[in-house]
Nanobody, 120 residues
Framework: QVHVVESGGGLVQAGGSLTLSCAAS????????MGWYRQAPGKPREMVAS???????SYAGSVKGRFIISRDNVENTVYLQMNRLKPEDTAVYSC??????????????WGQGIQVTVSS
């Protein structure tokens, strides 16, 4: 059974930094894309950043230049370094991990989500 566990959230003042971690375990297959999403109260979930297995990254426009996504393929872990945080970054952040599937294709799994609160 695959487990995806996020850590590193919390409360931070505007302008500060936080680093989120997401560790995936329980699969014998390789990871593919890994990504971070967030959902603020009353808003739809949005993609924050994603990274391919070869570390090609993409970012939402609202975080580009402030957030950095990285990964460790040996540990099946993805990180999100969040700098110059703003109150509007406040949300529940969730990790999504894709694993190869036997015979082709992939399966994706979500973590339980972690709260990030940025105070003004």
């Amino acid at each position: 059974q695959v487990h995806v566990v996020e850590s590193g959230g919390g409360l931070v003042q505007a302008g500060g930094s936080l680093t989120l971690s997401c560790a995936a375990s329980g699969s014998t297959f390789r990871t593919r894309d890994m990504g971070w999403y967030r959902q603020a109260p009353g808003k739809p979930r949005e993609m924050v950043a994603s990274i391919t297995r070869t570390s090609s990254a993409s970012y939402a426009g609202s975080v580009k230049g402030r957030f950095i996504i990285s990964r460790d393929n040996v540990e099946n872990t993805v990180y999100l370094q969040m700098n110059r945080l703003k109150p509007e970054d406040t949300a529940v952040y969730s990790c999504n991990v894709e694993f190869d599937r036997y015979g082709g294709g992939w399966d994706d799994y979500w973590g339980q989500g972690i709260q990030v609160t940025v105070s003004s």
